[in-house]
């Protein structure tokens, strides 16, 4: 029951860049909220947003958010090393179900190029 | 911090095993989860539990069991272990917060189970 599509599925910049990745989905979503995951490690929350906002900073990370498009965007600034990683998008329906539960979709891999 | 462990970061075990993968949380989260996940597939959910003794089947259940005995443990069972089986297996907990709903996740670090 995959929700969220991340796009593009693998990306590779050169160290200092901006990285940019998308993620659309289909349904009416309470929140949206975006993962990282290093090589052969858990995931690990980055940010949330909200339904009604728009646009949230966090450090180097910037997520926009268009529920009229059903699509976000992660943007992180100047490129390091060490967020070479996988990065999932993550949605919660809008409607509350007896299974309440955050969807995943399948990731972008991106690569910091030194 | 939240802390999510799981009891095993590699496993090796043969065909028709019987394989217990232990996950524990220690922030009194109501929500846990187990998923697999495998190249190409992303994360795909197999239970999720969101109360002690309860269960709810998630995507991909066929081969699996769980158990919810305590609060902060959730065990996946594999009843008798096959080689598609083999993948990367990963906990989760959150809390349903004030409003009832749950948000972001805290994830363990993951088990590799490789089934021979």
């Known amino acids: 029951s995959q929700q969220g599509e991340e796009d593009p599925q693998a990306l590779s910049i050169q160290e200092g860049e901006n990285a940019t990745m998308n993620c659309s989905y289909k349904t009416s979503i309470n929140n949206l909220q975006w993962y990282r995951q290093n090589s052969g490690r858990g995931l690990v929350h980055l940010i949330l947003i909200r339904s009604n906002e728009r646009e949230k900073h966090s450090g180097r990370l910037r997520v926009t958010l268009d529920t009229s498009k059903k699509s976000s965007s992660l943007l992180i600034t100047a490129s390091r090393a060490a967020d070479t990683a996988s990065y999932f998008c993550?949605?919660?329906?809008?409607?509350?179900?007896?299974?309440?539960?955050?969807?995943f979709g399948k990731g972008t891999r991106l690569h910091i190029l030194p | 911090d939240v802390k999510v462990t799981q009891s095993s970061r590699y496993l090796v075990k043969r065909t028709g095993e019987k394989v217990f993968l232990e996950c524990v949380q220690d922030?009194?989260?109501?929500?846990m989860f187990w998923y697999r996940q495998d190249p190409g597939l992303g994360l795909r959910l197999i239970y999720f539990s969101y109360d002690v003794k309860m269960k709810e089947k998630g995507d991909i259940p066929e081969g699996y069991s769980v158990s919810r005995e305590k609060k902060e443990r959730f065990s996946l069972i594999l009843e008798s272990a096959s080689t598609n089986q083999t993948s990367m297996y990963l906990c989760?907990?959150?809390?349903?917060?004030?409003?009832?709903?749950?948000?972001?996740?805290?994830f363990g670090p993951g088990t590799r189970l490789t089934v021979t």
């Open positions: 922030m009194d989260h109501e929500n």
């Open positions: 993550a949605t919660l329906p809008a409607l509350m179900n007896r299974d309440d539960k955050i969807i």
């Open positions: 989760a907990s959150n809390s349903q917060g004030t409003s009832g709903r749950a948000y972001e996740q805290y």
